[in-house]
């Protein structure tokens, strides 16, 4: 069940009037108190039900973080539309991983509908993987992962293993990055590239690291925590360089924005500054890097921002944007419910 689409209502149409646009003609059913309409759900219901399971969700996630920082293993949520090349990417990642740091530990849980093609293409490097198909479902969800990472070899290695560390960790490190940007013009040339220099490591690489790859969808993956470190949102310069303004809740709950396939640029019409402008207009602290999984361009800044990240803190705190849609969830029932009497 998704909680974004609401694909289990039940019950008599009620219908949410959308908010209509007289110039064009335009429809806006999101617009509600509950963003979201569902024939034969109430926008009261819609949110009690939004919270309810994102509630639900938060609580399996903080136990899978918890779950990460005991086994030193840092976790990432990729996120994207279908064929924004997420799969080439983390072949290509874990390939120039095993050359920078081969000492760190990887595996990777591959989220699809159907198939387990995704999977297979990373065992063919060595990474183990699990394939998790959702079915109908459109996002993973923290307990699906709890159950992908308890076959994996990261969950049986923790102790035991030569690079593993006691569970509780004390790490007190702040953002591995500074996100000050400059802010790009939007008459900028399209091919603006950022020069990102090599960090200095204030801190090891982590022990182990673990690449969730999400369900190809823009949508219905942004609120739900599955006790990832970091959302990673991931736009090929193949699709529309107004992306996160279409789809402004995955931009604004990811850390970090990945350009691929900048090796096209060259053949495409693709803006890059007005792109990377409308991601830091939703998300103004985001984190931009330019790559080309084929002739390995921006790689290395790639790698360092992933190797420059502190170990998983079992005490780190959900993403800031679910905190802040479950709690403007339970003030908008409040208001209903105060309306009501």
């Given at each position: 069940?998704?909680?974004?689409?609401?694909?289990?209502?039940?019950?008599?149409?009620?219908?949410?009037?959308?908010?209509?646009?007289?110039?064009?003609?335009?429809?806006?059913?999101?617009?509600?108190?509950?963003?979201?309409?569902?024939?034969?759900?109430?926008?009261?219901?819609?949110?009690?039900?939004?919270?309810?399971?994102?509630?639900?969700?938060?609580?399996?996630?903080?136990?899978?973080?918890?779950?990460?920082?005991?086994?030193?293993?840092?976790?990432?949520?990729?996120?994207?539309?279908?064929?924004?090349?997420?799969?080439?990417?983390?072949?290509?990642?874990?390939?120039?991983?095993?050359?920078?740091?081969?000492?760190?530990?990887?595996?990777?849980?591959?989220?699809?509908?159907?198939?387990?093609?995704?999977?297979?293409?990373?065992?063919?490097?060595?990474?183990?993987?699990?394939?998790?198909?959702?079915?109908?479902?459109?996002?993973?969800?923290?307990?699906?992962?709890?159950?992908?990472?308890?076959?994996?070899?990261?969950?049986?290695?923790?102790?035991?293993?030569?690079?593993?560390?006691?569970?509780t960790h004390t790490h007190t490190h702040g953002e591995s990055h500074d996100p000050h940007h400059p802010h790009d013009d939007l008459h900028a040339h399209p091919h603006d590239h950022d020069h990102t220099h090599p960090h200095d490591h204030a801190h090891p690489a982590?022990?182990?690291?673990?690449?969730?790859?999400?369900?190809?969808?823009?949508?219905?993956?942004?609120?739900?925590?599955?006790?990832?470190?970091?959302?990673?949102?991931?736009?090929?310069?193949?699709?529309?360089?107004?992306?996160?303004?279409?789809?402004?809740?995955?931009?604004?709950?990811?850390?970090?924005?990945?350009?691929?396939?900048?090796?096209?640029?060259?053949?495409?019409?693709?803006?890059?500054?007005?792109?990377?402008?409308?991601?830091r207009r939703v998300n103004p602290g985001i984190e931009i890097i330019e790559l080309s999984a084929n002739t390995g361009e921006g790689m290395q800044t790639w790698l360092d921002w992933l190797l420059d990240?502190?170990?998983?803190?079992?005490?780190?705190?959900?993403?800031?944007?679910?905190?802040?849609?479950?709690?403007?969830?339970?003030?908008?029932?409040?208001?209903?419910?105060?309306?009501?009497?």
């Amino acid at each position: 069940m998704c909680v974004v689409c609401g694909c289990s209502a039940t019950g008599a149409i009620e219908g949410s009037a959308p908010v209509l646009t007289p110039q064009t003609g335009d429809l806006h059913f999101g617009a509600g108190t509950a963003r979201v309409s569902v024939p034969g759900m109430s926008q009261e219901r819609a949110i009690k039900l939004e919270a309810d399971v994102l509630g639900a969700n938060k609580l399996v996630a903080n136990q899978n973080r918890t779950h990460f920082a005991s086994h030193g293993v840092t976790a990432y949520n990729l996120v994207s539309s279908p064929g924004s090349g997420k799969t080439t990417l983390l072949c290509a990642t874990i390939e120039a991983l095993k050359q920078r740091a081969p000492q760190v530990r990887l595996a990777v849980i591959e989220g699809d509908q159907q198939t387990s093609h995704d999977a297979d293409r990373i065992r063919a490097t060595g990474v183990p993987a699990i394939q998790v198909n959702t079915g109908k479902g459109c996002h993973l969800d923290a307990p699906m992962v709890a159950a992908a990472f308890a076959r994996l070899d990261l969950h049986a290695h923790s102790h035991g293993h030569p690079h593993a560390h006691p569970h509780t960790h004390t790490h007190t490190h702040g953002e591995s990055h500074d996100p000050h940007h400059p802010h790009d013009d939007l008459h900028a040339h399209p091919h603006d590239h950022d020069h990102t220099h090599p960090h200095d490591h204030a801190h090891p690489a982590p022990e182990a690291l673990l690449f969730i790859e999400n369900v190809g969808n823009l949508v219905c993956p942004a609120m739900w925590d599955l006790g990832e470190r970091a959302k990673v949102a991931i736009l090929s310069v193949t699709e529309g360089e107004d992306k996160p303004l279409k789809y402004p809740d995955m931009f604004a709950a990811a850390k970090l924005m990945v350009l691929t396939k900048t090796d096209l640029l060259p053949h495409l019409n693709f803006d890059m500054a007005r792109c990377k402008a409308y991601a830091r207009r939703v998300n103004p602290g985001i984190e931009i890097i330019e790559l080309s999984a084929n002739t390995g361009e921006g790689m290395q800044t790639w790698l360092d921002w992933l190797l420059d990240a502190p170990v998983q803190d079992a005490k780190a705190t959900p993403p800031t944007a679910l905190q802040d849609r479950i709690q403007q969830l339970e003030a908008e029932l409040a208001q209903l419910k105060a309306l009501q009497t």
